[in-house]
């Protein structure tokens, strides 16, 4: 019986030490899940922390983008109309000019004739 109490208080005192061993095992494995949920927690806050920024500046960037097509836009329509209005005044200035052609060619011809006539005229004088 000796031999019986003092194998089972060697049994108990290494089922007490694995015990102890699995609680230190499980204590260390509950720190390091906390060490890893409260990363998991730090890496979502930043995740969402940087979705709000890149919102942020992608709505910044659609709204600089609308006005810089609005101002070009703006500025086409503008560039169009003074285009437009230049090509008028060309248009004008050509239509102008081709009148007072036909004008100096109408005036070239009478005076070509006139001048036929009076050599004419000279010439009956001479004879």
């Known amino acids: 019986m000796?031999?019986?109490?003092?194998?089972?208080?060697?049994?108990?005192a290494t089922l007490k030490g694995k015990i102890n061993a699995l609680e230190e095992t499980?204590?260390?494995m509950n720190e390091e899940?906390?060490?890893y949920k409260k990363e998991i927690q730090t890496l979502r806050s930043?995740?969402?922390?940087?979705?709000d920024v890149l919102n942020r500046k992608a709505s910044d960037i659609r709204k600089n983008l609308?006005?810089?097509?609005?101002?070009?836009?703006?500025?086409?329509?503008?560039?169009?109309?003074?285009?437009?209005?230049?090509?008028?005044?060309?248009?004008q200035q050509i239509t102008t000019?081709?009148?007072e052609k036909t004008n100096l060619q109408q005036h070239l011809l009478d005076l070509q004739r006139?001048?036929?006539e009076l050599e004419l005229q000279i010439g009956q004088e001479d004879h």
């Open 2 to 12: 000796n031999n019986q109490g003092i194998n089972s208080g060697a049994h108990s």
């Open 26 to 28: 499980i204590t260390g």
């Open 33 to 35: 899940l906390n060490f």
């Open 46 to 51: 930043e995740k969402e922390t940087l979705e």
């Open 66 to 91: 609308a006005n810089e097509v609005l101002r070009a836009e703006e500025e086409m329509k503008k560039s169009y109309t003074t285009q437009k209005n230049e090509n008028n005044k060309l248009q």
């Open 97 to 99: 000019l081709k009148t």
């Open 114 to 116: 006139r001048v036929a």
